[in-house]
Structures are given as structure tokens and as C-alpha cells.
């Protein structure tokens, strides 16, 4: 069998095919899952068709669409919509205790790093009669992503920057497994984490109930989370009618390393991202070709080792090794690509910091490897993806804020900047906007 990772010499050819991206929209479906889609709605459709059918469905239906589309696609039995509190304490007791402790460990650094993020956000003011509030949004819907892999830390890393922020009312939606339940380490992480309701809604189905509101499922001002090509699909859809965090697409990792980088570890960062999904895009950048191979022997033994190693090759496949000439083309074809997550494994990872302009998370040095990112750093693992880094940023408390100008002039402010106002307005061929400030001014 040929090496998982191929490798690209040079960084025109790596622009042209490892780091090439494409069109989320024009992602290419798995066979299974296009005969899913035929099955379900007699006719081959594209995932945004479908996503469209969905949304459609549920906004006539409510419940009982979603009820029917989420047992679908997730094999689960009939169950309630929403999560009973009886559900929630026996999640408690089925979690061993040293699992709980490592979640309510994640829970208290992420919560920690986003109250200090909250100090330095923005705050409401008033000066010479103009000003902002600053308010967080009231409900938000929080996607719990994760069917197979459970996933409680995303979870996590969703919501408790909406409590640091002081949302009133968090939300949730989850798949449910094959008998109904939803798994107690997910319902262990919301009520930590501190989302009050819970229900049985996954996919574009889910993001749909957010948005319109169902039966049992309360509409939403914004949704937030991670999730599959349908849930983003049905956010960008969705978006207008109900806010969204951002479109996330399948993860992302790249890791820049020079010869001094351990190949074990380039290994198994660059497979800690591969094992998530078979979209994954690892991506190893690195300034000598003897390094990427040794790298690609490393990713080799390590797959045979993975309990999702068939997940984890068809990833790896899908990314590569690049090899660039030096250290300056190195930064410059990672700050293009603009990963999700950057790992910096070089000799003076320091350094290389400042020069990074277009990274959703940079993990600096070996000592902190992406996947405390992912688990109990601080930040919140929801980052953007798929060359989004160039303008959006990682989830955070501002997302779940909203500010609003304030505007309380005087008599005299009118009197002085009033004209001004009406002779644009004039300019503009805005007659009543004129009008508006002339009759104040003739009065006074």
C-alpha cells in the first residue's frame, strides 16, 4: 500500500493540489449517502436541494417533521422531544466519577479563559450624547454535534462563552442513539456547561426548529455550533431568518515544522484531526523533503494503531505533505491556506508567531499540541474553517453579544450639526429626511 501522506515538492504545485480548495457547496457525496438521500425523498437530489426539503418540511410540519426526518437519518426509536430532568441525573450517574472530573475541569478553564476575554470585549458607553449598549442576545440555539463520536467538548466550547456573555436562555439539540436516549456524556457536558433544555433534533432539522420555532422546540435568535454538510448547508440557508455563529466546514490542521520537528509528534497531530472525519484536512508544510517522508513513515505505523484508522487514512489522503523551500515560503503558503487550527513545530516556533497573519488557532511549540485545544486549553475549539481565518475569528463571548448605538442630542448639538444634516439630505434628494430637521430648526 502506498503512503497515506503524499507528498508535493515546491510551492506552486501545493498551491495547485494540496492546498487547493473547493466550494463547500460542491462537495462531492459519499455513494451511501446520495442512495440515502434518493431513498428518503425518491429522487437524487444535491445535499443543498435536500437541506431545502428539510427546511421546507419542518417550517409546514414543526414536530412531527423533525420527529420523522431525525429517526431517519439517526436509526434512533420514538422517544419524548425534550430531555426529562429524570434523563439529566441519571446522565450523572453513569459517567465515571474521573470523567466527570475531567469535565467539569474543561468546563472551568473554558469558562475562566472566556471571562477574561469577556473584560477585554466591548463595553457600553455614553459621551457627549452618543453611546452603545452592549447586551447579550436572549435565547441561543447551541448545536451539539456528534453521533458517532459523542463530542461532549464541543459542547463545551459552544456554550459556556453564551453564559460567560449572560444569554439568558441556551438551548440545545442533539441526535439520539438507536434506542432513543440521548448518550449521559453529551447531557453531562450541557448541564455543566449550562444549557437548560435539551431535545432530540439533529441535522438540517434541527437548525430549521432553531429558526422557525416548533411545537415543543422554542424559536431562537441565533444558532451556534459545529455540524455535518447539512447543518451547514441549513445555516447558510437559515441565515436572515435566524442569526448564525458562522458556516463551519470539515476541520482542518496544519502543521509547519522545519528538520528539527519530531516526526512522531507531526504524526500524530496531523492524525489527531484525521481521525474526525473522512472531509478532514490534514496538511503537514514543512522545509525539508527527508522530514516529510520520515513524517509519512510515521503517519504510516501510527494508522495501523487507530481504533478510526480507516477514517484517519481516507483524511490523511485527502491532505498531503508539502515541502517548501525555505522557512519564508513556508509561513507564506500556511497564511493562504488560513487553517482552522496551525501548529507551529519549528526551532524558534516564537519567532515564527508574529508572522502568522491568517490562523483560527496557533498551538506554538510541541508543548501544546492542538488537541489541549480541543479539550481543556481555554479557547473555544469552534474555529473557522476552510480559509475563512482571513476574516472570522474563533467563536467567543462576542458572538453572543449584540450592541446597540445610542443617539441623545441636545438643542444646541441640533442647532449646530442640524444643517449639515438637511443639506445632505437635499444633496441626496431625501426631501422628508430634510423636512424632519428643517421644521426642528424653524421652531427653536
Known amino acids: 500500500m502506498s503512503p497515506a501522506l503524499r507528498i508535493t515538492i515546491g510551492g506552486e504545485a501545493a498551491r495547485a493540489g494540496v492546498l487547493r480548495r473547493d466550494m463547500l457547496r460542491d462537495a462531492v457525496l459519499p455513494a451511501?449517502?446520495?442512495?440515502?438521500?434518493?431513498?428518503?425523498?425518491?429522487?437524487?437530489?444535491?445535499?443543498a436541494e435536500a437541506v431545502a426539503r428539510i427546511i421546507a418540511d419542518v417550517r409546514a410540519d414543526g414536530d412531527a417533521a423533525v420527529r420523522r426526518y431525525s429517526q431517519r437519518f439517526d436509526g434512533s426509536a420514538d422517544a419524548p422531544m425534550e430531555v426529562t430532568p429524570a434523563e439529566f441525573d441519571l446522565a450523572f450517574t453513569q459517567v465515571a466519577p474521573e470523567l466527570l472530573a475531567a469535565v467539569e475541569l474543561m468546563v472551568a478553564r473554558v469558562r475562566a479563559?472566556?471571562?477574561?476575554?469577556?473584560?477585554?470585549?466591548?463595553?457600553?458607553?455614553?459621551?457627549?450624547?452618543?453611546?452603545m449598549i452592549v447586551r447579550p442576545i436572549q435565547r441561543a440555539g447551541i448545536y451539539m454535534t456528534g453521533n458517532v463520536a459523542v463530542l461532549p467538548s464541543s459542547v463545551v466550547h459552544t456554550a459556556v462563552p453564551g453564559v460567560v456573555a449572560g444569554v439568558p436562555d441556551l438551548i440545545g439539540v442533539t441526535a439520539a442513539r438507536e434506542d432513543g436516549s440521548v448518550h449521559p456524556l453529551k447531557l453531562v457536558a450541557a448541564r455543566l456547561a449550562g444549557v437548560q433544555r435539551v431535545f432530540r433534533a439533529s441535522g438540517a432539522q434541527a437548525i430549521a426548529a432553531l429558526a422557525f420555532g416548533t411545537e415543543s422546540i422554542p424559536r431562537v435568535d441565533k444558532?451556534?455550533?459545529?455540524?455535518?454538510?447539512?447543518?451547514?448547508?441549513?445555516?447558510?440557508?437559515l441565515y436572515g431568518l435566524v442569526g448564525i455563529d458562522a458556516v463551519y466546514g470539515p476541520t482542518e490542521t496544519v502543521v509547519l515544522a522545519d528538520d528539527s520537528a519530531a516526526p512522531d509528534l507531526c504524526a500524530a497531530d496531523l492524525l489527531a484531526q484525521a481521525e474526525h472525519d473522512v472531509l478532514a484536512r490534514p496538511i503537514l508544510i514543512t522545509t525539508s523533503e527527508a522530514h516529510a517522508h520520515a513524517v509519512a513513515a510515521e503517519v504510516d505505523r501510527q494508522l495501523a494503531t487507530l481504533e478510526r484508522g480507516v477514517i484517519a487514512r481516507q483524511a490523511i489522503e485527502r491532505g498531503g505533505g508539502v515541502v517548501a523551500a525555505h522557512l519564508d515560503e513556508a509561513i507564506a503558503l500556511a497564511n493562504e491556506f488560513a487553517p482552522e487550527h496551525l501548529c507551529l513545530l519549528v526551532r524558534d516556533a516564537d519567532g515564527v508567531l508574529p508572522r502568522v497573519e491568517n490562523a483560527?488557532?496557533?498551538?506554538?511549540?510541541?508543548?501544546?499540541?492542538?488537541?489541549?485545544?480541543d479539550y481543556v486549553a481555554g479557547p473555544s475549539h469552534v474555529m473557522p474553517t476552510g480559509g475563512a481565518a482571513r476574516f472570522a475569528s474563533p467563536l467567543s463571548v462576542m458572538d453572543f453579544l449584540k450592541v446597540t448605538s445610542t443617539i441623545a442630542l441636545t438643542a444646541d448639538d441640533l442647532r449646530t450639526i442640524g444643517p449639515a444634516a438637511a443639506m445632505l439630505?437635499?444633496?441626496?434628494?431625501?426631501?422628508a429626511h430634510a423636512r424632519s430637521i428643517e421644521l426642528r430648526l424653524e421652531g427653536r
Open 360 to 373: 483560527g488557532g496557533i498551538f506554538v511549540g510541541e508543548d501544546s499540541p492542538e488537541v489541549l485545544g
Open 32 to 47: 451511501a449517502m446520495q442512495a440515502s438521500i434518493a431513498a428518503t425523498f425518491g429522487a437524487p437530489l444535491t445535499a
Open 223 to 237: 444558532v451556534f455550533g459545529p455540524g455535518n454538510l447539512f447543518v451547514t448547508l441549513a445555516k447558510q440557508q
Open 425 to 431: 439630505a437635499r444633496a441626496e434628494g431625501l426631501t
Open 113 to 131: 479563559f472566556h471571562a477574561v476575554q469577556r473584560e477585554h470585549g466591548p463595553q457600553a458607553f455614553s459621551a457627549n450624547g452618543l453611546g
